[in-house]
């Protein structure tokens, strides 16, 4: 584990809550690999501490925590399963020890999906507490598509020259920045938006990646984007539909 990650005392669990606020609105991993949130464990464990555990504080407040030790991460994912699976058969095959989840939460740690918030002294032992790194993560995957498109730009933009040399290719250079300024803007927007549903969306139990996916594509109607392919259909002269 990290030399800088502090040691506090039992008596002093404050940081297990106070970190959610001081967290960013998100991050978007791109370093792994594409197979790599398959195993049931890592996805669970990766949804647990998003939505965090309920606990009752000395004072009788209600809270809820988002920093979890393993022990209670493995509770968490048994508790799941024993919901989710009523048959023993079928629930034996997500068995897990939690030797092996240590295993994928190195992994996830590794990664960047989680991050050790604090380690506790607890009696004798040192525990780690685990969390995520944003309050959001975006993955890789829902971003390919935006780089397909800005692709598509640069390869049409070498075809016009031609179709039609009389075409000027540092406009279409143009419709290209144009482009992609509005997808900045849009992006951002949709970020911030999902930032803002984030309790919810873990409280469902829901891939903020999918309701990327769907605002992206609500997106397409955005008037800007509209306005510019309609522009680039009329310099180029196209009849697409």
């Not at 106070?18 to 594409?34: H, K, N, R, S």
């Not at 030797?99 to 380690?119: M, N, P, R, W």
């Not at 607890?122 to 959001?136: D, S």
């Not at 970020?191 to 992206?216: C, G």
């Amino acid at each position: 584990m990290s030399e800088s990650i502090k040691s506090y005392d039992t008596k002093d669990r404050k940081i297990l809550y106070t970190f959610w606020d001081d967290l960013p609105e998100q991050i978007i991993l791109v370093d792994y690999e594409d197979d790599f949130l398959k195993h049931f464990a890592r996805k669970a464990a990766n949804g647990i501490l998003g939505k965090g555990i309920r606990e009752k504080l000395p004072n009788g407040e209600i809270v809820t925590r988002k920093a979890l030790n393993a022990q209670e991460i493995l509770r968490e994912i048994n508790d799941t399963l024993d919901l989710k699976f009523k048959i023993p058969e079928e629930r034996k095959k997500y068995d897990i020890s939690l030797h092996s989840l240590y295993f994928h939460l190195q992994k996830l740690e590794e990664v960047g999906f989680i991050k050790t918030i604090a380690i506790l002294k607890e009696g004798r032992h040192n525990v780690a507490y685990y969390a995520r790194p944003a309050k959001v993560v975006l993955f890789k995957d829902s971003f390919a598509e935006d780089e397909k498109i800005s692709s598509g730009f640069t390869s049409m933009m070498k075809l016009i020259t031609t179709l039609n040399p009389e075409i000027d290719p540092r406009k279409f250079d143009k419709f290209k920045d144009r482009f992609n300024e509005i997808n900045k803007k849009s992006l951002d927007q949709i970020q911030r938006k999902i930032a803002q549903f984030q309790d919810q969306i873990y409280e469902a139990n829901i891939d903020p990646n999918d309701i990327q996916r769907f605002f992206t594509l609500l997106n397409q109607i955005n008037p800007e984007y509209v306005k510019l392919f309609t522009e680039i259909l009329e310099y180029l002269q196209l009849e697409i539909w």
